[in-house]
């Protein structure tokens, strides 16, 4: 997550509010979300309506062009672009495509609606007590009730960390993630306002794979989103003093909490929570998606890179976490393997790391022999290319007609 530069943030305008979203062949949705919005929205000239929306969506883009959309009375701004695997990344890029001027953003989906009548001026006055623009707010979700399902950020939460989402996930822990930063920050604040879920569309995940893998990355990289509430504090209160003070102490007694939950795994209740909530049949969950291997391909290179950093400062049970969960992924890395064993060497487990490094050994085959062979051939053929390159004085290839 990079840091914004503070001194190139533009003025932020008082009181106006960007919706951001993503659709997908749904231009039905879209019109009763423009519908809930002209009907429950007070002021409409400080509103802005951003839409990503993938360039092979004929569907929806058939219905932009034909201007089939009912006009929400307020502005609207379609952003046209490729299909990205992290659903945080499509938001996020409706972000920086924007002016980012406005003092709050609004993270939602197409398949809810603007249920409260003046949504929009119960965010700003919840948002006015908060000059200094750090706050994650969120509406009442009927399906969750507690959960921060819809983020809405303060101006300040992206001028300080760069971005709104992080952009690891293809499915739920985005918003999680948010969430923990704003407990960390001590900034989080639910509002009296709803947005509801159209019909029976909500309840379970499209894109949900794997989540035993994805439950216990999100444990593992919590250090992230400290560094990220830490951050935040600092804009918060840029002085010492005791609000800042304060501030740090909610922060490490939400951290050791978070910490404590990361004992409490349990990969059986994430296969259960999986088959509840996933809305792809285990038939399709077991074939290659391209989607979801780029998503796991950098998280799992995430992992490898925090158990370098454990090992090189000998913290080797640390690190052993971080590898072991690679293992839960789809992907299957040697060197991960190799790491491991030299972790379970250097905790005293001798006997389970020549068991791993056999298994290594029987995946991907040393071939010593051969490897051995092959080099001393190429360096025979090296040296004997130097010696006629110095007897002739000139490359022996150059020698050949042409």
């Known amino acids: 997550m990079e840091t914004a530069d503070l001194k190139s943030t533009p003025p932020i305008n008082k009181g106006e509010i960007s919706i951001i979203f993503a659709t997908r062949s749904r231009p039905k949705n879209l019109v009763k979300v423009f519908s809930s919005l002209r009907d429950n929205t007070t002021r409409k000239e400080l509103v802005h309506?951003?839409?990503?929306?993938?360039e092979d969506d004929s569907v929806t883009r058939q219905a932009i062009e034909s201007k089939t959309l009912p006009d929400p009375g307020l502005q609207v701004h379609w952003?046209?672009?490729s299909?990205?695997?992290e659903?945080?990344?499509a938001l996020d890029a409706l972000w920086r495509v924007s002016p980012r001027t406005s003092e709050v953003y609004v993270t939602t989906v197409d398949d809810v609606y603007f249920a409260t009548p003046g949504w929009d001026e119960i965010l700003r006055s919840a948002f006015n007590q908060y000059p200094d623009g750090v706050l994650l707010a969120f509406p009442h979700d009927p399906e969750n009730s507690l959960a921060v399902t819809y983020a809405i950020f303060g101006w300040r939460w992206h001028t300080t960390l760069g971005c709104l989402y992080i952009g690891y996930f293809a499915y739920w822990y985005d918003d999680r993630w948010v969430e923990e930063i704003a407990r960390l920050a001590g900034r989080l604040k639910k509002l009296d306002m709803t947005f509801a879920p159209m019909d029976n569309e909500k309840g379970r995940t499209k894109r949900m794979r794997n989540l035993p893998f994805w439950a216990r990355f999100m444990q593992?990289?919590?250090p992230e989103r400290v560094e990220s509430a830490k951050k935040l504090i600092s804009a918060m209160h840029p002085h010492d003093g005791p609000e800042r003070e304060a501030a740090l102490k909610n922060l490490e007694h939400e951290a050791a909490r978070l910490r404590?939950?990361?004992d409490k795994f349990s990969d059986i209740y994430c296969v259960f929570q999986e088959e509840r909530h996933s809305d792809v049949a285990p038939e399709q969950r077991r074939q290659f998606s391209k989607l979801h291997f780029a998503c796991e391909t950098k998280a799992v290179q995430r992992l490898i890179f925090i158990a370098q950093d454990f090992m090189e400062k000998k913290e080797f049970a640390e690190a052993m976490?971080?590898?072991d969960a690679v293992n839960l992924s789809d992907l299957r890395v040697r060197q991960v393997q190799e790491m491991k064993a030299e972790c379970l060497r250097q905790l005293g487990r001798n006997a389970e790391a020549e068991a791993v490094l056999k298994e290594n050994l029987a995946a991907w085959p040393e071939m010593n022999f051969i490897r051995r062979l092959f080099r001393f051939l190429g360096a025979f053929a090296n040296d004997g290319k130097r010696m006629?390159?110095?007897i002739f004085g000139k490359n022996p290839e150059s020698t050949k007609p042409r």
């Open 87 to 89: 659903l945080g990344k």
């Open 260 to 262: 404590a939950e990361q």
């Open 220 to 222: 593992l990289t919590l």
């Open 79 to 81: 952003h046209i672009a």
């Open 83 to 85: 299909q990205t695997n």
């Open 321 to 323: 976490k971080c590898l």
């Open 388 to 390: 006629l390159v110095g």
């Open 49 to 54: 309506l951003w839409i990503y929306v993938d």
